[in-house]
């Protein structure tokens, strides 16, 4: 079982520079979402999608975009990279859950992204 | 709004004795809580959920957690650690839509034999 799938595991980027940090998963789950973590901070949320073609920002979304054309996919795109963005980037995943919020679910997470920017 | 608070962000203990790792939540509805671990240079993984169905929860590996909402904590607790319980905690709250989640800041645990 694949699960949450994260490419590339590693990548370290110059200022200014782009790029995709791709995300898939096998699980037909609706709900995708892009974490990351900096130490002593815990998991901050960057974006999330309940659906395809759905997609809505979370806590900390500047300098980064998102799109979700497929059930499957989720790609985080960073424009312009900053020193900042130095992060480990998660990608999770889950099914409605019951109850009004629909939030008593587990979230499926993929290895994650260390990406570096110098 | 909703936010966790973990104290303590390491603690050391010996194989064999009680691990207890603390967790504070606030939360203005009734929350949904979870407790994930994370093994080096790993994801994340779900030890275990409270969902208003019973107030202590049992989880993987020996792990249990005990709601109490008189004191808004879900505190961890495992009665004799293992040396493979070395990895980073975090507990999680979820009472918005959507399953988000807000994270404590974790809980590093080493265990020394």
């Known amino acids: 079982n694949a699960g949450v799938t994260q490419t590339p595991k590693f990548r370290i980027l110059k200022i200014g520079q782009s790029m995709t940090l791709q995300c898939t998963q096998d699980?037909?789950?609706?709900?995708m979402y892009w974490y990351r973590q900096d130490p002593g901070m815990g998991l901050k949320l960057i974006y999330y999608?309940?659906?395809?073609?759905?997609?809505d920002k979370g806590e900390v979304p500047n300098g980064y975009n998102v799109s979700r054309s497929t059930t499957e996919d989720f790609p985080l795109r960073l424009e312009l990279a900053a020193p900042s963005q130095t992060s480990v980037y998660f990608c999770?995943?889950?099914?409605?859950?019951?109850?009004?919020?629909?939030?008593?679910?587990?979230?499926?997470f993929g290895q994650g992204t260390r990406l570096t920017v110098v | 709004a909703q936010s966790v608070t973990q104290l303590g962000s390491h603690v050391s203990v010996s194989e064999g004795a009680l691990v207890l790792l603390r967790c504070n939540y606030s939360?203005?509805?009734?929350?949904?809580l979870f407790w994930y671990v994370q093994y080096p240079n790993q994801g994340l993984q779900l030890l275990l959920k409270?969902?208003?169905?019973?107030?202590l929860v049992k989880g993987i590996n020996g792990f249990e957690a005990e709601f109490k909402k008189s004191e808004t904590s879900f505190h961890l607790t495992k009665p004799s650690a293992h040396m493979s319980d070395a990895a980073e905690y975090f507990c999680?709250?979820?009472?918005?839509?959507?399953?988000?989640?807000?994270f404590g800041a974790g809980t590093q645990v080493v265990v020394t034999p």
């Open positions: 999680a709250v979820s009472a918005d839509s959507w399953g988000k989640l807000q």
């Open positions: 939360s203005s509805v009734p929350p949904y």
């Open positions: 999608s309940v659906g395809a073609g759905i997609t």
């Open positions: 699980m037909n789950h609706n709900y």
């Open positions: 999770a995943s889950s099914r409605p859950g019951q109850g009004p919020s629909q939030s008593n679910t587990e979230a499926f």
């Open positions: 409270y969902t208003s169905a019973a107030t």
